[in-house]
């Protein structure tokens, strides 16, 4: 009798960047080219189609990708790879502009295309010619339930919406992901339940902005009400809430954190700036007394909260007394975490033709200072800690004992860590532990 050989099967390698948000999508992409019975391979750049879910939000993000995407041209040209597709916000920002840019792209698709890889790899590979998959009659909001995780499997991201309202003038992403669609709660609560089913116990709520959740549904703006539900969820031991706009927190959702086991007294709020004429330029609606009030309220109602923001240097017109202000500010907010970045010119954006934009060896000077401000702010924090007992999250052990987890007030693959001395429980398990010293940025810490 004649044996039937099996075809191999074709496979895959996937390449994802960018933000959590565009991890969510290369989740689910990955989740439908399993389905589709692809082999997705650990090595991309040794697979028959190779896909790179990329971010185009910023210069240094398309530049990043853009490497990505002339690396793995070159293995096809090596015959390593077969076909080459990009996803995600650079092609929804470049358009057609990116298969002239890089010649060799076998296939680009926007964002509403997302749950269409694994037809698009199949038509991928039959066909001789470049195809783009960009129209955007569909961007409504997707369904993200059923992916196949790259965070490990006891925290995951959960994403309530897509786009974004705000006309912040710096900002490319309104014109790249599209006007803010809340996901509806019951399928918010759907896709959190199957994660913490599949073993999430920590759930890292995030959007573009997570406090206008609702506003478009004409629930008003409910995130509170959201992560009351969310808490429900029996098995759910920690609930995060990401990417706060400052002008959105307002005292039922303070109140709301307040008053939870659950919601962590973590707060990830993303100032940019703090002198009134830079917000008011940034076509923010905070004001200087408003960020400032709003701090103290948040200390007042939790003592014990964590927060995080993030700021822009050398913003079009920033003087140097406008920086120093926001460097008085971070002294005065002592924010237990921060992120800045250098202002980039973003072709598209309001802010990109504003005049007097700032040199670039005075942006890095500011960065570098700023930097160092919040260093020893961090630093100082960090000391405080030795002595005290904190409940850990471990996210991983090595085979000599040493851990690294997180306390609440470490958000995963952005703040620093504890790392774990003698630990003896495994990934995904919460320990009490001793802070017993620090390293730069991470507590060290010893399971008791
Ligand atoms: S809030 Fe502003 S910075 Fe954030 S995504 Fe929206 S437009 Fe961009």
């Known amino acids: 009798m004649a044996m039937k050989i099996s075809p191999k099967p074709v496979t895959v390698g996937f390449i994802a960047l960018g933000c959590p948000k565009n991890i969510v999508d290369s989740e689910r992409m990955l989740a439908k080219i399993a389905q589709a019975h692809f082999l997705i391979t650990a090595e991309p750049h040794n697979a028959d189609v190779i896909v790179i879910n990329t971010c185009g939000f910023i210069a240094p993000a398309k530049t990043e990708a853009l490497e990505e995407i002339k690396h793995a041209v070159e293995c096809k040209i090596r015959g390593t790879v077969k076909k080459v597709i ?28 997302r749950d269409a890889i694994a037809q698009i790899i199949k038509e991928t590979l039959s066909s001789s010619r ?49 006007p803010f669609r809340s ?95 830079i917000l008011k330029d940034m076509r923010r609606p905070d004001s200087k007394k408003r960020v400032s009030r709003l701090i103290e309220n948040l200390r007042q109602a939790c003592p014990d909260i964590i927060l995080r923001t993030t700021v822009i240097v050398g913003f079009p017109g920033e003087t140097d007394q406008q920086f120093n202000e926001l460097l008085e500010f ?47 702010i961090a630093f100082a924090k960090n000391a405080e800690y030795i002595g005290s007992t904190l409940t850990c999250l471990v996210d991983s052990v090595d085979n000599k004992g040493t851990g690294q987890g997180r306390f609440y007030g470490q958000a995963p693959d952005i703040d ?33």
């Open 130 to 178: 470049p195809v783009a998959y960009l129209d955007r009659q569909q961007q409504t909001i997707l369904d993200d339930r059923t992916r196949l995780l790259i965070t490990p499997p006891h925290w995951a991201y959960l994403r309530i919406s897509e786009g974004c309202n705000h006309m912040c003038s710096f900002c490319t992403v309104p014109a790249i992901r599209g």
């Open 330 to 376: 971070i002294k005065w907010a002592e924010f237990d975490a921060l992120g800045c970045f250098k202002y980039y010119a973003e072709s598209g954006t309001k802010a990109a033709k504003m005049p007097s934009q700032v040199p670039d060896e005075i942006k890095q000077q500011r960065l570098e200072e700023l930097m160092l401000t919040q260093q020893k």
């Open 86 to 113: 990009v996803a995600g916000c650079l092609p929804e920002r470049l358009g057609n502009d990116l298969l002239n840019q890089v010649d060799g792209i076998d296939a680009i698709l926007g964002l509403a295309h």
């Open 416 to 448: 620093s860590v504890c790392i774990i001395k003698n630990c003896s429980a495994p990934h995904g398990k919460f320990i009490d532990s001793k802070v017993i010293g620090t390293k730069d940025y991470d507590l060290v810490v010893e399971q008791i």
């Open 183 to 277: 996901k509806p709660k019951k399928l918010v609560l759907a896709e959190a339940t199957e994660l913490v089913r599949a073993g999430a116990v920590e759930l890292n709520v995030i959007a573009q902005d997570t406090t206008y959740y609702g506003h478009d549904l004409k629930l008003k703006k409910d995130l509170a009400a959201l992560a009351s539900e969310l808490e429900k969820i029996d098995e759910l031991v920690w609930i995060r809430l990401m990417y706060l706009y400052p002008a959105g927190i307002n005292d039922k959702l303070i109140d709301t954190i307040a008053k939870s086991k659950k919601i962590l007294h973590y707060i990830d709020m993303p100032i940019q700036h703090i002198n009134d004429k």
